[in-house]
């Protein structure tokens, strides 16, 4: 099922889908290496719930919630790690 990033819970994992950003914002994300096709965990969320800490390739990334919207996953079995 698709969602965007912000929805995940801790320790949730998923596969980038797509980004629907634009301009900017769009090439700023594809730079951080949230492409399609990436896997991220979200790893840890501020008190208020913003940002959002997401581990992908083998660093860890903050992203505020406006940013999480624009990047649909969908979300993966969590295997054994």
Request: hydrophobic share 40%; proline share 12%; aromatic share 0%.
């Given at each position: 099922m698709e969602n965007s990033l912000r929805h995940l819970r801790v320790n949730e994992k998923a596969r980038i889908s797509s980004i629907t950003a634009n301009g900017e914002m769009s090439r700023r994300l594809?730079?951080?290496?949230?492409?399609?096709?990436?896997?991220?965990?979200?790893?840890?969320?501020?008190?208020?719930?913003?940002?959002?800490?997401?581990?992908l390739r083998d660093f860890t990334l903050t992203l505020r919630n406006n940013e999480a919207d624009c990047i649909m996953v969908e979300t993966m079995e969590d295997d054994n790690e």
């Open positions: 594809r730079d951080m290496g949230l492409v399609p096709g990436t896997e991220v965990k979200v790893v840890g969320r501020a008190p208020l719930r913003d940002p959002v800490a997401l581990r």
